[in-house]
């Protein structure tokens, strides 16, 4: 990671007791205020769970995809929330303490959803899929189908859900100043009882409610979670610049250096632009049009035209992450290196401590309750996801006759088990030591390219066959886990690499020096695992998506045509009736708010460039 300048931020006295005085810092996290607020809210989530829930799960369409009757509003709201979950409450202000904007290029990716809804919403609502791996064996085969819901699964856990619950344990310890609690006479780390409460708690969420509930509370849940961000924003800009906002964005910047551009030296050893561009952009696609977390949002809309305006709404949403979360962390960097002012926080635990030190009370009650719902509606999302997954792809498979009350039982039964397999995984995510968003990222790079892949070429090209997709995705997979193996086996050497690379990038050690320490560490390990560790996690995520995708291309020119039926399931198999159907559910607005999104990207870009 690029090194973030030790230039001090100079504050006066005036700025000191602005800080001390007004926001609370170095007071108890919460008071009274606090209190009424949180159970204002508490109220305003059971009253929703409750309207929510007035219908009745009866099949698997209710349960899973909301009886497909969601609106746009509901749609980009859940797409939002979903999204905002552990990597942004936690990992990307840490991100942000520690790199800057380098890991902006991923929440800059509202254009991947404007293309989900303009792009692939059409060919989903055509087919009425359950899931993305339903898609692929239509498309190619059962095996390809199989392939990715085991993937996707897999990923939900060495991801997504251990993640949350990580997550959940750094924000509640942090807002609560806890760390062990007595139960039975025994000092148990409270990370224990954050899990479980949190897991628990979710799980009943979940279970009773499907994804309707979650549809609904995420409607109250990302506005809370905007307006609270965007005072954490104000509140400490307004720190840094003796209560003047301009001057606490200068303060900032001052703090943070060169860490503030986006694009890095291709010789930089951790954010070179040939990796970060081409990389986060393959994992854009896959999270954001083919990962069944965020694309069961879309399929549960009445019709094209609400899930299109959804993600059209998601991605004006998507556009706040790097201000409200990213920046935030920049900030929480720049205060610890004021003298004066008090703040001290980690990395990981940046956004959480802006909570507890800089906002005013009521304030921080409410913040509190959008974080705490945030990975609640987060966690929910996943483990309805994981259900629709193994109840659709697996159990309908072995059980094709079952009601769909059955159907929802088992999916529930499911998320029982993820639930337990996500908690024991975090306990190596724990074991890392690393910034949560950049593992999250990591992880991500090492099994989205042959999911891009599958579906880039499945979509957009006639001639790609069955063996083609099941042999490469099969091939892609192994990768992944090969790398993810590795990184597992040398997490211990990873901050010493990490230093050595950047001293030689910065000149601190010459060539010989390098090359010498390195080959001191290599030769304390198989030297296939180290040098399969040591490529760039961003070149190995390049790698794997040309050779899946070579492998693709020439499987399919080596195995017969695929039979013309699946021509329906690409790009061009619309018949006239419906690409009709989808020109008639948009209009002017729609493309012209479209362009806007874009636009912004674009002016981000351009600005930190």
Same mark, same amino acid.
Not at 69 to 76: E, K, R, T, Y
Not at 166 to 188: C, E, F, K, M, Q
Not at 563 to 589: C, F, H, M, Q, V
């Given at each position: 990671?690029?090194?973030?300048?030790?230039?001090?931020?100079?504050?006066?006295?005036?700025?000191?007791?602005? @800080?001390?005085?007004?926001?609370?810092?170095?007071?108890?996290?919460?008071?009274?205020?606090?209190?009424?607020?949180?159970?204002?809210?508490?109220?305003?989530?059971?009253?929703?769970?409750?309207?929510?829930?007035? !219908?009745?799960?009866?099949?698997?369409?209710?349960?899973?995809?909301?009886?497909?009757?969601?609106?746009?509003?509901?749609?980009? +709201?859940?797409?939002?929330? +979903?999204?905002?979950? +552990?990597?942004?409450?936690?990992?990307?202000?840490? @991100?942000?303490?520690?790199?800057?904007?380098?890991?902006?290029?991923?929440?800059?990716?509202?254009?991947?959803?404007?293309?989900?809804?303009?792009?692939?919403?059409?060919?989903?609502? !055509?087919?009425?899929?359950?899931?993305?791996?339903?898609?692929?064996?239509?498309?190619?085969?059962?095996?390809?189908?199989?392939?990715?819901?085991?993937?996707?699964?897999?990923?939900?856990?060495?991801?997504?859900?251990?993640?949350?619950?990580?997550?959940?344990?750094?924000?509640?310890?942090?807002?609560?100043?806890?760390?062990?609690?007595?139960?039975?006479?025994?000092?148990?780390?409270?990370?224990?009882?954050?899990?479980?409460? &949190?897991?628990?708690?979710?799980?009943?969420?979940?279970?009773?409610?499907?994804?309707?509930?979650?549809?609904?509370?995420?409607?109250?849940?990302?506005?809370?979670?905007?307006?609270?961000?965007?005072?954490?924003?104000?509140?400490?800009?307004?720190?840094?610049?003796?209560?003047? /906002?301009?001057?606490?964005?200068?303060?900032?910047?001052?703090?943070?250096?060169?860490?503030?551009?986006?694009?890095?030296?291709?010789?930089?050893?951790?954010?070179?632009?040939?990796?970060?561009?081409?990389?986060?952009?393959?994992?854009?696609?896959?999270?954001?049009?083919?990962?069944?977390?965020?694309?069961?949002?879309?399929?549960?809309?009445?019709?094209?035209?609400?899930?299109? !305006?959804?993600? $059209?709404?998601?991605?004006?949403?998507?556009?706040?992450?790097?201000? $409200?979360?990213?920046?935030?962390?920049?900030?929480?960097?720049?205060?610890?290196?004021?003298?004066?002012?008090?703040?001290?926080?980690?990395?990981?635990?940046?956004?959480?401590? /802006?909570?507890?030190?800089?906002?005013?009370?009521? &304030?921080?009650?409410?913040?509190?309750?959008?974080?705490?719902?945030?990975?609640?509606?987060?966690?929910?999302?996943?483990?309805?996801?994981?259900?629709?997954?193994?109840?659709?792809?697996?159990?309908?498979?072995?059980?094709?006759?079952? +009601?769909?009350?059955?159907?929802?039982?088992?999916?529930?039964?499911?998320?029982?088990?993820?639930?337990?397999?996500?908690?024991?995984?975090?306990?190596?995510?724990?074991?890392?030591?690393?910034?949560?968003?950049?593992?999250?990222?990591?992880?991500?790079?090492?099994?989205?390219?042959?999911?891009?892949?599958?579906?880039?070429?499945?979509?957009?090209?006639?001639?790609?066959?069955?063996?083609?997709?099941?042999?490469?995705?099969?091939?892609?997979?192994?990768?992944?886990?090969?790398?993810?193996?590795?990184? /597992?086996?040398?997490?211990?050497?990873?901050?010493?690499?990490?230093?050595?690379?950047?001293?030689?990038?910065?000149?601190? $050690?010459?060539?010989?020096?390098?090359?010498?320490?390195?080959?001191?560490?290599?030769?304390?390990?198989?030297?296939?695992?180290?040098? &399969?560790?040591?490529?760039?996690?961003?070149?190995?995520?390049?790698?794997?998506?040309?050779?899946?995708?070579?492998?693709?291309?020439?499987?399919?020119? &080596?195995?017969? @045509?695929?039979?013309?039926?699946?021509?329906?399931?690409?790009?061009?198999?619309?018949?006239?009736?419906?690409?009709?159907?989808?020109?008639?559910?948009?209009?002017?607005?729609?493309?012209?708010?479209? /362009?806007?999104?874009?636009?912004?990207?674009?002016?981000?870009?351009?600005?930190?460039?």
């Amino acid at each position: 990671m690029n090194e973030i300048t030790n230039n001090v931020v100079g504050a006066s006295a005036p700025a000191v007791a602005l @800080a001390s005085q007004n926001n609370g810092i170095g007071g108890s996290v919460f008071n009274g205020l606090d209190g009424v607020v949180i159970a204002i809210f508490t109220l305003g989530m059971l009253l929703t769970v409750w309207f929510s829930m007035r !219908r009745k799960n009866e099949s698997g369409k209710d349960y899973f995809l909301s009886g497909r009757d969601a609106n746009w509003l509901q749609i980009g +709201s859940s797409i939002f929330s +979903s999204n905002i979950g +552990s990597e942004h409450l936690v990992g990307l202000a840490g @991100a942000g303490f520690a790199t800057g904007m380098a890991m902006a290029h991923w929440e800059m990716h509202a254009y991947w959803i404007l293309i989900l809804g303009w792009a692939f919403v059409p060919l989903y609502d !055509r087919m009425k899929i359950f899931t993305m791996p339903e898609f692929l064996e239509l498309r190619f085969s059962r095996g390809s189908r199989k392939v990715l819901s085991l993937l996707t699964m897999a990923s939900l856990v060495l991801t997504k859900i251990a993640a949350t619950i990580y997550a959940g344990d750094v924000v509640i310890r942090t807002l609560l100043n806890v760390d062990h609690i007595n139960v039975l006479g025994h000092s148990v780390d409270v990370f224990w009882a954050i899990a479980l409460g &949190l897991a628990f708690t979710t799980g009943l969420y979940t279970i009773f409610g499907g994804m309707r509930v979650i549809m609904y509370t995420a409607v109250l849940q990302a506005p809370v979670l905007i307006f609270g961000s965007v005072c954490i924003l104000f509140m400490g800009l307004r720190v840094l610049g003796h209560g003047n /906002l301009l001057d606490g964005w200068h303060a900032t910047l001052a703090a943070v250096g060169d860490n503030i551009h986006l694009v890095r030296s291709i010789h930089d050893p951790d954010w070179p632009w040939t990796a970060i561009l081409p990389g986060s952009a393959i994992i854009g696609f896959w999270y954001w049009c083919t990962d069944q977390y965020i694309v069961q949002r879309v399929l549960a809309g009445k019709n094209q035209q609400e899930s299109r !305006r959804g993600t $059209i709404l998601a991605g004006f949403f998507k556009l706040t992450p790097v201000f $409200i979360f990213l920046v935030p962390g920049m900030i929480a960097f720049a205060l610890t290196k004021t003298p004066g002012v008090g703040f001290s926080t980690s990395g990981d635990a940046a956004y959480t401590s /802006l909570v507890a030190q800089i906002l005013p009370h009521g &304030l921080r009650g409410l913040v509190a309750c959008g974080m705490i719902v945030a990975l609640m509606a987060s966690l929910g999302s996943k483990f309805n996801a994981s259900a629709t997954l193994f109840t659709m792809d697996f159990y309908r498979e072995w059980y094709p006759n079952s +009601s769909g009350k059955t159907e929802v039982v088992v999916g529930r039964i499911a998320t029982a088990v993820i639930v337990f397999l996500g908690i024991c995984w975090v306990l190596v995510i724990k074991s890392l030591h690393t910034n949560l968003y950049l593992y999250l990222q990591n992880v991500q790079g090492y099994l989205s390219p042959a999911i891009a892949v599958l579906f880039g070429v499945g979509v957009f090209w006639k001639r790609a066959t069955a063996p083609a997709a099941f042999w490469s995705f099969s091939v892609g997979v192994i990768g992944g886990f090969a790398r993810l193996a590795a990184d /597992l086996v040398m997490k211990n050497d990873t901050d010493a690499v990490t230093k050595l690379k950047q001293d030689f990038y910065h000149g601190v $050690i010459s060539q010989s020096q390098f090359a010498s320490s390195m080959a001191a560490i290599r030769a304390n390990h198989n030297g296939l695992v180290f040098d &399969l560790w040591n490529i760039h996690w961003l070149y190995y995520c390049e790698i794997l998506f040309v050779v899946t995708a070579l492998l693709m291309v020439v499987i399919s020119l &080596l195995t017969p @045509a695929p039979d013309p039926k699946t021509i329906k399931y690409t790009w061009y198999g619309a018949t006239p009736e419906e690409k009709l159907a989808t020109r008639l559910s948009w209009n002017t607005t729609d493309v012209v708010l479209s /362009l806007v999104v874009v636009g912004c990207v674009v002016l981000f870009y351009i600005k930190f460039w």
